[in-house]
């Protein structure tokens, strides 16, 4: 009995799909013209394209699936029970052909796109609209291998799902903040260069063939980036992620990690790798790349970094909370990742089923008994977070900043 539908979840991936949306949005927005900007509601423009934006998850209606009967024409060239004397070319003889409809609602695309971890052996089905079609083809209808074949590739189909509902979760949960910010970052320029123009003290003479609507490149925010050089060498400058860079981004993590409290049973079966990836999407969704249209990418398993002209400026490493000997070893392995020039970095932790508090508890003693640790920042202020001052791996005048995030992740 052989399947004859096709793969899902087998052209292209989730987070490619959520990223190029993510960049459609910034786009849309920076295509309104500065009076629409300036003149327009935010609430019911960002509701507005938070619906239009916004992926719908797939739920399937597996009360409402039904049954095709139709003829098929099975191929038994190679039927090792018949003889057929030429082999290169179809010997068909008149079977049946069940087809298995899944109703659902939601998005179709979701069910075409791979999400983070998948199998290596995808379920079997064709999109039709608002519909799963699975056809199974036989020359004689073994009714229980049917419907147990039909079942495994249901759940198959159904886990695939669960994989990237977190992924969904969390790119729907962010479209406000995105909307907003990016919204508020092009009025904030507008307001600003106004201001600019008026403290010149010449009235200003509007071209009169000027366009009511124009189009700008799709553009996200940058991640501002200082340079540093001896004084009075001539070398190329070094560089140095500015402060407030520094905390928005870090403000980005937070607000992620935050939807990953809300919704503690979409993230509950992810391991470290996976959950530093729902950081990286919030993260490229705000931030662009110099090269590449990511900013933040890792090396090795979960390390977020940025890099400017080869070199890294930021780095955070993330872990799920196992003990304080791990703890340590995660400042070891994240200082071995970071030059001479690195100068911010971060620990995300995930805490799962521990006493948060007491986690808490342990965070300064553990970071102060690191060979490499100097003074910790008292004047940072985060109801689950710490900040310190340690020096290089290779040079003890060398500091850099590592700023240490708890959050609660149930599993």
Known sequence: MNGSSGHLFFDGTLFDFIQKRSVSIGSEIDALTEAQLLAGKLDEYATALIEKSRLEPITLL????????????????????????????????????????????????????????????PPCGLVVQNEIHVKYEAIEIDPQKLQADFQANLTNIQRHLEWGEAHITGFNANLPSLIRGRWENRRAKFLKDRQAVAAIGFPIRERSNAPQVYNVPVRRKSVPVARSSPSGQHVQPDPVLEEKAYEDILQTIGSMTRVMELNPKAFAEMDEESLRFMLLVPLNIHYEGQATGETFNYDGKTDIIIKVGGQHIFVAECLIWDGPEYFKSKISQLLGYTSWRDTKTAIIIFNRNKNLSAVLAQ???????????????????????????????????????LTVLLFDVPS
């Open 62 to 121: 597996t009360d409402k699936i039904v049954t095709e009967r139709s003829v098929a024409k099975i191929d038994v060239r190679y039927d090792p029970f018949r003889m057929i004397r030429d082999q290169s070319r179809p010997h068909y003889v008149d079977g049946t052909a069940l087809t298995f409809v899944v109703p659902f609602t939601g998005d179709p695309s979701i069910l075409k796109l791979q999400p983070p971890t998948y199998s290596t052996s």
């Open 363 to 401: 965070i300064p003693d553990l970071v102060k008994q690191h060979s490499n640790f100097k003074h910790e920042i008292t004047s940072y202020k985060n109801e689950t977070g710490f900040r310190f001052v340690l020096h290089h791996r290779d040079d003890k005048n060398r500091e850099l900043i």
